[in-house]
């Protein structure tokens, strides 16, 4: 009997509740307001004969170089950050070697890692979900072939600064670090500069991946980059299929890039709807991290399930994380447009109570003020 490999058979099924998802969707973190017009009209007026050709990916690798500042030897176009995370695990790991990653998280990066027979090292994040970065040090072996980390991180919205994931990356040559700036638009910093910007200083064992699914709103097409040295990014290179981007995702990908007002515009929203919407869940007396993406972690108790199934009965949906390592409790709410956002707080005002949520507990506020 055909058996799959034994790396495989004791991987758990990662199975987000994909399923039904009918009403206002806050569970994925994706954009609430779609796409630019720019980019929809270029999606419009794609051919058959565009659609019958294999996708040319090396012209709009180019164009996503030079947007990010970079050479194009040092970038690849992936099928979403998903595929740049695979891809690093299908090129750094042998079965036996050590990925080390900071918990909770996104669930990809262990999933792939097993996947290729590497045992995964959990490292928890520190209070109120600091990043642990001495732990995590202490955790280096010369076992340890990948690290990763979301900056932003998902689910908690934490970030860590720059120089200590350059100091992590420079204290594991052997190991590819992968720094996921998924949700780098809602942040504002990235470790691209200062890791490969100067040929002399660039940092040869870094990755950072992007992502057009969060605030370009293009999670449907797929796409994102993968950048690192050119050297590390052609071993990369030899991974992928050279048709790992489908024709629909390189043809707007140059609008999306084009169309910065439209991101902007969004991203403005979402920044201001993010305090907002914190200040609201301290005001009804729940306890939330603040979150440097589009989504806030709250932790809401017991009652995390009827909470996600009383707003489910409202029409918004919304994301039970009470699985995650240290989010006992906790549900994560994205972070949409104006008119999105009203919607949800409404429905806070009045689920919170009649569920007798209010913990008492004021949150942190980012300043460390107590609210
Ligand atoms: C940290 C992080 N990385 C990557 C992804 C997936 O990105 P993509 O849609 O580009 O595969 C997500 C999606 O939620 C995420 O939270």
Known sequence: MLEARSAIRILHAYKPPLADRIGLRLDFNESTAGCSPRVLARLRSLDAELLARYPEREPVEKEAASFLGLDPSQVLLTNGVDEAIHLLCSTYLDPGDEALIAVPT?????????????????????????????????????????IAVANPNNPTGAAVAGDVLLRIAQAAPQAAVLVDEAYFEFHGETVIDPAFGDCATQIENLFVARTFSKAYGLAGLRIGILAGVARQMANVRRVASPYNVNAAALAVLPEALADQEYVRGYVAQVRNNRENLQRELGCLGLHYWPSHANFVLVRIGPAHAEFVRALRDRGILVRDRHTDPGCEGCVRLTVGSDAHMQILIDALREVVPLLGLQTGWRSELPNGVRS
């Open 106 to 146: 996104f669930a990809m990066y262990s999933i792939f890692a097993q996947a290729e027979g590497a045992s995964v090292v959990e490292v928890a994040a520190g209070d109120n979900f600091a990043f642990p970065a001495s732990d995590l040090l202490a955790r280096v072996s010369s076992r340890t072939r990948l």
